[in-house]
């Protein structure tokens, strides 16, 4: 399968994607010989809004496809949005003394903190280790589901980075696939490796044990 799939039409990427994770062969987690059933649907980031909606009917289309290996049932999908996550940690952890939540705190000084400052705050607050990893794992067992779809990628972006999200998940989330909706490229070269580009742009994102899911067959 050639990448220049993630270029083609939507239409073309949503029959990819719904034959490719309707899959016997995918939902078992075949022929990935011990890697991790993590897969990147990349995409540009101007089709940020066309590729939501096509999420959300890429997931009822799945529930309603009937898979033999599921008994006969749709596909679950379980969607979580980092940006979501994000809020709702903030919005449940109280802030310093005064009774307000840590995101009440931030929309207060939001305008006049500086930015690298606004950073440090969100990454300690949300560590991905201690807060964020915990709260998906919470998510996963709570739920019953065939695959994860993560989105919210680049509105997470500069304080929670994707090849983070994926490194520490890889013990959390293996036993089923997950897809991350990534609006950027997901490069390999054998001079550079694999890198997550997000919008394109940034190039320090090493991340090589994802599939892309253009280039996986059904």
Not at 34 to 59: H, S, T
Not at 169 to 191: D, H, I
Request: net charge negative.
């Amino acid at each position: 399968m050639s990448r220049k799939l993630s270029n083609q039409p939507l239409p073309d990427r949503f029959n990819h994607l719904l034959n490719v994770i309707g899959s016997q062969r995918f939902l078992e987690m075949k022929g990935l010989n011990n890697d991790l059933p993590f897969y990147v649907c990349e995409y540009k980031p101007a089709e940020n809004f066309d590729m939501e909606r096509m999420r959300r009917q890429l997931a009822s289309n799945l529930a309603a496809k009937h898979i033999d290996c599921l008994g006969g049932r749709g596909v679950r999908v379980l969607e979580i949005n980092l940006y979501d996550l994000c809020v709702e940690l903030l919005k449940a952890r109280e802030g310093s003394g005064d009774g307000q939540s840590v995101w009440d705190q931030i929309l207060q000084i939001e305008t006049d903190i500086e930015k690298d400052a606004l950073k440090e705050l969100l990454q300690n607050v949300l560590d991905i280790r201690e807060h964020l990893i915990p709260a998906i794992a919470a998510r996963l067992d709570a739920a019953d589901f065939d695959v994860l779809f993560l989105s919210g990628i680049g509105e997470v972006f500069p304080y929670i980075r994707s090849h983070n999200v994926l490194n520490n998940l890889q013990s959390t989330a293996k036993t089923k696939p997950t897809v991350m909706f990534f609006p950027g490229e997901y490069r390999f070269s054998l001079e550079h490796g694999a890198s997550l580009e997000l919008f394109g742009l940034l190039h320090d994102d090493k991340y090589y044990r994802a599939f892309n899911i253009f280039e996986t067959q059904a």
